[in-house]
């Protein structure tokens, strides 16, 4: 039994960011290719790559974590890959820019995960 492609597809698309992380460095080490660079951010938050034409550049502001830190801190995590202390520093600055020249499409999928966090996020 053979899969069509939108069987690939929807697979991929229920993966969480680690465990799509695993399956890219899995077929870069099964095809033979050097996983020279770690999978654009765009990948590893789960959103659709920024497309050539979208070269608006945005940053993301963290206004306040509201009334969950914790959650907050999950998601900043999450996110960016930082470790318990760094992302618990950067929440507990805010407001504090957390990401700077990221493309639209990577800014607001970052902006809607720390949003449903509880987080109060603004785009600049």
């Given at each position: 039994?053979?899969?069509?492609?939108?069987?690939?597809?929807?697979?991929?698309?229920?993966?969480?960011?680690?465990?799509?992380?695993?399956?890219?460095?899995?077929?870069?080490?099964r095809?033979?290719?050097?996983?020279?660079?770690?999978?654009?951010?765009?990948?590893?938050?789960?959103?659709l790559?920024?497309?050539?034409?979208?070269?608006?550049?945005?940053?993301?502001?963290?206004?306040?974590?509201?009334?969950?830190?914790?959650?907050?801190?999950?998601?900043?995590?999450?996110?960016?890959?930082?470790?318990?202390?760094?992302?618990?520093?950067?929440?507990?600055?805010?407001p504090?820019?957390?990401?700077?020249?990221?493309?639209?499409?990577?800014?607001?999928?970052?902006?809607?995960?720390?949003?449903?966090?509880?987080?109060?996020?603004?785009?600049?």
């Amino acid at each position: 039994m053979s899969l069509t492609r939108e069987q690939v597809i929807a697979y991929i698309e229920g993966l969480t960011a680690e465990e799509l992380c695993e399956l890219t460095s899995e077929l870069m080490e099964r095809l033979g290719r050097p996983a020279t660079e770690p999978a654009p951010l765009s990948f590893t938050m789960g959103a659709l790559p920024a497309m050539p034409w979208d070269d608006e550049v945005v940053s993301v502001v963290l206004s306040s974590f509201g009334g969950e830190r914790i959650a907050v801190i999950k998601a900043v995590r999450e996110l960016w890959g930082l470790g318990l202390d760094e992302a618990r520093r950067l929440v507990e600055s805010a407001p504090i820019v957390l990401r700077e020249g990221l493309s639209r499409m990577e800014a607001q999928a970052a902006a809607e995960r720390l949003t449903s966090a509880g987080a109060e996020v603004e785009l600049r």
